[in-house]
C-alpha cells in the first residue's frame, strides 16, 4: 500500500468543513447591524477636558486681575505731595502767614531742613523783607 | 501598495466607509471564515467568531498603520480570537484547549457541517495531537496555502522557524496516518 505523504499534491486532502446554505450571502447584513452607529458621542460638560482648561485659565485671569483692580480702585488718604503744593500755591486762597499758623513746629523744621538756608540766604532774605518788623511784633 | 493605502482612507472616511466596508467583508468573509473554522473546527462557533473578528476589525481600522499587509493585520486579529474562544470553552468545560479540539474532532462525524471522508476524519486526529502552533501553521500552508512569507506577518513568527514548524508537523502526521 502507497504510503501516505503530505506533500504528494495527487492526494491533497480537503477539511471536509461545509457551511449552511445561503450562509455568506447573509453574513454580509447580520455583520453591517452590529456596527456601532456614527452618532457623536455626548460628554458631560463637566468632564470635557476643555471645560477645565477654560476654568484654569479663567481663574489664573482673575487671580492676576485683583492686584490690578486694587491698584486701580485704591481711594489713597493720601494726595499726592506734588500735586498737593501746585494747587495750595495756584489756587488756594492761603496766605503764608496762614500757613505758618497751620503748620506744626515738626512741619516748619522739615521745612527749614529742605531749604537748607546758608546764612547769608537768610540774612539776605530778612534785608529784602519789608514786613520784617511785622513778623517780630506778631 | 497604494490602492491599499487608497483602500484604508476610504474605510476610515465616515462618507465612503459604509461602501468600503462592505467591499471587505465581500473580499475576506470566505478565506476569514475558513481560516477560524479550521482552529475552532465548528461551524457556529467559526460563525461567532468571524463576526466578533470584523466588529473589531472596523473598531480598530484607525489603529492600522499600513505596517503590514491590510489582509495580513485582518488574519492576525481572526487567528488571536479563534485561539482566545477555544482557550476559552476549554476552560469553561474544565479541559485543555487540546482535549477539547481532540474531542470535537472525535465527534466529527456527528456534525451536519462536516462532510468528510474517513481519511478527512483522520488527518483531523492526526493534526489534533500537535502542539498548538504547529497545528496553526499546518493548517494555514496546508488547507490555505497561504505563502511563509505572509504567514510570518500574521503570526509574528520567522519563515524559518515556520519551515521548520511544518516539516515537523509534516513528519508527525504522515507517521500517524501510516501507522493505523
Avoid: C
Avoid at chain 1, 17 to 37: C, D, N, V
Avoid at chain 1, 95 to 120: F, H, P, V, Y
Avoid at chain 2, 31 to 40: A, D, E, T
Avoid at chain 2, 83 to 104: D, H, P, R, V, Y
Amino acid at each position: 500500500m502507497k504510503s501516505f505523504k503530505i506533500n504528494d499534491n495527487d492526494s491533497k486532502i480537503p477539511s471536509g468543513f461545509k457551511t449552511p446554505e445561503g450562509y455568506f450571502e447573509a453574513l454580509e447584513s447580520k455583520i453591517l447591524t452590529q456596527l456601532p452607529s456614527h452618532e457623536p458621542k455626548v460628554i458631560a460638560f463637566y468632564k470635557r477636558k476643555s471645560t477645565w482648561y477654560y476654568a484654569a485659565a479663567a481663574a489664573v485671569v482673575v487671580m492676576l486681575s485683583i492686584p490690578i483692580y486694587q491698584n486701580f480702585f485704591k481711594s489713597s488718604g493720601e494726595v499726592d505731595a506734588i500735586v498737593l503744593e501746585d494747587y495750595i500755591t495756584t489756587h488756594a486762597d492761603i496766605s503764608a502767614e496762614d500757613l505758618a499758623t497751620i503748620l506744626e513746629e515738626e512741619d516748619l523744621e522739615k521745612i527749614k531742613l529742605e531749604l537748607n538756608l546758608g546764612d547769608e540766604a537768610i540774612e539776605d532774605i530778612l534785608l529784602n523783607n519789608n514786613d520784617l518788623e511785622q513778623y517780630i511784633l506778631d | 501598495m497604494q490602492d491599499e493605502k487608497n483602500f484604508v482612507r476610504e474605510l476610515l472616511d465616515p462618507k465612503t466607509q459604509n461602501v468600503a466596508f462592505q467591499k471587505l467583508l465581500r473580499d475576506y468573509q470566505k478565506p476569514l471564515y475558513h481560516h477560524i473554522r479550521n482552529i475552532v473546527l465548528n461551524h457556529d462557533d467559526a460563525d461567532d467568531v468571524l463576526q466578533n473578528t470584523f466588529i473589531k476589525v472596523f473598531q480598530h481600522l484607525r489603529n492600522f498603520k499600513g505596517e503590514s499587509k491590510l489582509f495580513s493585520w485582518m488574519y492576525r486579529i481572526a487567528t488571536n480570537e479563534a485561539i482566545t474562544f477555544i482557550n476559552q470553552k476549554a476552560k469553561k468545560n474544565g479541559i485543555t484547549s487540546e482535549a477539547l479540539q481532540s474531542k470535537i474532532v472525535d465527534n466529527l462525524k456527528a456534525d451536519e457541517y462536516f462532510d468528510g471522508s474517513d481519511i478527512q476524519i483522520k488527518l483531523q486526529k492526526a493534526i489534533a495531537i500537535l502542539p498548538e502552533k504547529q497545528q496553526l501553521v499546518f493548517k494555514m500552508k496546508y488547507f490555505e496555502e497561504i505563502k511563509y512569507e505572509d504567514m510570518s506577518e500574521i503570526l509574528g513568527t520567522s519563515v524559518g522557524a515556520l519551515k521548520a514548524s511544518y516539516h515537523h508537523a509534516v513528519k508527525k502526521i504522515e507517521e500517524f496516518m501510516n501507522s493505523r
